[in-house]
Structures are given as structure tokens and as C-alpha cells.
């Protein structure tokens, strides 16, 4: 087999095998095949895409290229929520508690933030003494005693998505449904877990910016999902706004605190949360239906369970849970300063990646791998689309250690933010469930 005759089957539309994507994949990683033929093959599958079996294909010779999670010394449906990354989504660090208090147990491995988007990893180390870095053996161990634990991913798992997709980002080939599909599943189906809730957000801080692209790689996860022996389902969300009030790390957790208290509901990040929630019960199980899910749910964080079961996360991986009972004890910025309207009318729409980006350049993102986090500074924003404004009134506030980079910051939010006498269209936050 040769790597030309795959990459020109491609090119031509045909259907590859699972031996010829596993010749390209693993010659590639193993360095049998050079940078510019696996460019070549990439671009092939960009523009004449892949089948549901092709795609399958690639996703599981991913996750054979590393290590593999083995959940089943844990008792019970392992379950795990997935989001394709968006701005104020603090989903995590409020479902997950939730779940497990539940009684369903949470082994997830999350990710870092990069871009405009925020990472669950960044967020919880925000919390004094907090250590994402566990061992297996401690992982396991913490799931088992308590039900849940959130840390980075250890080992080596899915080497080839790593090296692939680097090569994907300065060949302009990060957009391909197939791709994407394949490099988030392989992910999720190595780290273990039998149950995998996907949040697809749609909208301006969103990667999918549209709901035809994000129903399109909805269903490709979805049907990997099923032909790898996974339960998967995909929700679409809307990410057209921060879906938080609170951007940044330690604000973003500073937020789910208030709703895990019970002193913040009825807010799009209270209602997504407790939705996803819901779903994740029903699929594990612990549930008949959806609805008696999302009861659960909301019973476990009323009676307090979800907030303690949060707690026993943040002492078992050596953070501070007093953060929990006082939020001050999170890290604080040297400066606040508000955001004010410059004109009246209505709130008529909120770019999220711009404002994700405004946060970013205050230390709450990295542009690069390595740059450091700075977990105090962030961005409260005080208004959401549809809102009445006034002259002079507090758009947002800034959370910054520096001053420069409060005034580049405040130049960016203000350009986010779209005022007109007319008032808006209110958009869903669920659009849809692909199931």
C-alpha cells in the first residue's frame, strides 16, 4: 500500500477501508509518511469528506494510537458531558456536582482554554491549593469514594489526533465536519465512559457559527457514538452571548458557586446547566425520562447535596473548600472598573468571541500554549441582549490587574456590543436535540 494511491482514492471521492485511513494514520504518527502527503490526504478529506463508517474508522484508529481509560472497577454508568467550547460556559463546574449527587459517577477529563474560549482546567485551578493533576490510581480512587473528579488528561491518549490536528492548523484544514468529529469522539471514547452527553453551541462565540454546520457535526459525533458501542447525544446551544454573566476563571466559578448555593436561578446558565443536567441523569439511568431527570436535578441543588458533593471535589484535590461557603477567598483583581453606555436603546446583540477575546487580553486566555493564566481578571457583564439601556448605564465591569490592558479590553467590549432603538429577536437557548 502506498500513501499516494490513498491520498488520490480520496482525492477522486471514493471510500477509503479502515486499513488504508490506519496506514496513513499510524504511518504518519510513526513517521513513515512526511508532513506533505499527510497534508495532501487531509486536504483530500477536507474537500470530499467522509462517510459515517470512514469517519468511525478514523475516530477509533485515533484512539488506538494511545492508552485507553479502563472505567470498569468503577461500579455504575460512568457519564461524561462534552462542550464544543464557547464563552462564560460553566456548565461543568455545575452539572458535574449535580450528576454525581445524583448518584451517578463523574470521571471527566477536561481541557484548557485557548483563544476566546475558556478552559474547565484553567477555572478550577483558580480554586486556592486545587490540582488537576491527578493519577490514575487517585482518580480512580476519588471517583469511587466520592463519585467525582475533573482532572487533566493523563497518559497518552490519542497521540494521533494530537500530531494531526497540529498539521490541521497551518494547512486550513481545521473545518471539516469529519475531522472534527473524529479528533473530539476519539477523546472521549479513550477516556472511558459508557454514557457521553455532547453540548454543540451555535453563534458568534461559537466555532460552529451557524445551526446547519453544528446540526451537521451534532449527528457525526452522534453516529459515531453508535457504531463505537457509545450512548451519545448531542444538544444544540446557543452561544450568540456569553452564556454566563461572569467571564474569566475565578469569576466563572465564582458564578457556579451562586447557583450550586442556590442564591442564582433563571438565569441561561442556571437553565442550560440544569437541562444538561437532566439528560445526563436520564441517560445514566438514574431516570424514566428526561423530565423526571431535570426533577432530580433540581432537587439535589435545592436540598444542598450538589454544593456538598462540590465541596468533597475541591478537599479531594487539595483545594480550598471554604471557597464554596465564601467566594472571597477566590482570588481577587487589584482594579474594577464599569463599562458605561454611551447611547440608549435596546441591548440588539453581543458578539461572545469578541467579548471572549476582551477577556483574554486582560490574563484570562492565552493566545498561546504556554502563555500564564491570570485567574483574578475577568468580565461581569451586566446587561444581555434584549435589555433596555440608558445613558451612562453599567454595561459591564472589569476585573484587571493592569491598566493598559483594562483600556484595550474596555475598546474591544464596547465594539461587542451592538445598542439600537429596536428591539431584538429573542433567540432559544436549546435548539435542538440530535439523539
Not at 105 to 112: T, Y
Not at 158 to 184: F, G, M, N
Not at 376 to 397: N, T
Request: aromatic share 4%.
Amino acid at each position: 500500500m502506498r500513501a499516494y494511491d490513498v491520498i488520490m482514492k480520496k482525492r477522486d471521492g471514493h471510500t477509503l477501508s479502515r486499513e488504508e485511513i490506519e496506514f496513513m494514520v499510524m504511518g504518519y504518527v510513526k513517521g513513515g509518511i512526511p508532513d506533505y502527503q499527510m497534508s495532501a490526504f487531509l486536504m483530500a478529506v477536507y474537500l470530499k469528506g467522509m462517510n459515517d463508517k470512514e469517519t468511525t474508522d478514523l475516530t477509533l484508529v485515533f484512539v488506538d494510537s494511545g492508552d485507553k481509560v479502563d472505567l470498569s472497577s468503577i461500579s455504575g454508568v460512568k457519564v461524561d458531558k462534552h462542550s464544543t467550547g464557547g464563552v462564560g460556559d460553566t456548565t461543568t463546574l455545575i452539572l458535574a456536582p449535580i450528576v454525581a449527587a445524583a448518584g451517578l459517577p463523574v470521571a471527566k477529563m477536561s481541557g484548557r482554554g485557548l483563544g476566546h474560549t475558556g478552559g474547565t482546567l484553567d477555572k478550577l485551578e483558580s480554586i486556592p491549593g486545587l490540582s488537576v493533576d491527578l493519577t490514575q490510581e487517585k482518580f480512580f480512587r476519588q471517583v469511587q469514594e466520592f463519585g467525582i473528579a475533573v482532572i487533566g488528561q493523563t497518559g497518552n491518549l490519542v497521540p494521533a489526533d494530537k500530531k494531526i490536528y497540529a498539521l490541521r492548523d497551518v494547512t486550513a484544514t481545521v473545518e471539516s465536519i469529519a475531522l472534527i468529529a473524529s479528533s473530539i469522539m476519539s477523546k472521549k471514547i479513550a477516556a472511558g465512559s459508557d454514557t457521553i452527553l455532547l453540548d454543540v453551541k451555535v453563534g458568534s462565540g461559537a466555532f460552529m457559527k451557524n445551526l446547519q454546520m453544528a446540526k451537521d457535526l451534532a449527528t457525526a459525533m452522534v453516529d459515531i457514538g453508535k457504531l463505537s458501542g457509545r450512548d451519545v447525544k448531542a444538544l444544540l446551544t446557543n452561544m450568540d452571548e456569553p452564556l454566563g454573566a461572569m467571564i474569566g476563571n475565578a469569576l466563572e466559578v465564582h458564578e457556579a458557586i451562586l447557583i450550586l448555593n442556590n442564591k442564582l436561578n433563571n438565569t441561561p446558565l442556571y437553565e442550560v446547566s440544569l437541562i444538561l443536567a437532566g439528560h445526563l441523569i436520564h441517560m445514566g439511568k438514574r431516570a424514566d425520562s428526561f423530565e423526571e431527570g431535570l426533577k432530580i436535578a433540581k432537587e439535589v441543588l435545592q436540598n444542598g447535596l450538589a454544593a456538598e458533593k462540590f465541596k468533597q471535589m475541591i478537599k479531594a484535590q487539595g483545594g480550598d473548600p471554604g471557597v464554596v461557603d465564601d467566594v472571597n477567598l477566590l482570588p481577587q483583581p487589584k482594579f474594577k472598573e464599569d463599562v458605561l453606555a454611551e447611547n440608549e436603546g435596546y441591548v440588539y446583540s453581543i458578539n461572545a468571541q469578541e467579548v471572549g477575546i476582551a477577556t483574554a487580553v486582560l490574563g484570562a486566555g492565552r493566545c498561546k500554549k504556554e502563555d500564564i493564566i491570570d485567574p483574578a481578571v475577568g468580565i461581569i457583564m451586566k446587561k444581555r441582549v434584549g435589555d433596555i439601556v440608558k445613558k451612562g448605564d453599567v454595561l459591564a465591569q472589569i476585573w484587571s490587574n493592569n491598566e493598559q490592558k483594562t483600556r484595550h479590553s474596555k475598546d474591544i467590549l464596547l465594539k461587542s456590543l451592538d445598542i439600537r432603538t429596536t428591539k431584538p429577536q429573542k433567540l432559544p437557548l436549546i435548539y435542538d436535540l440530535v439523539e
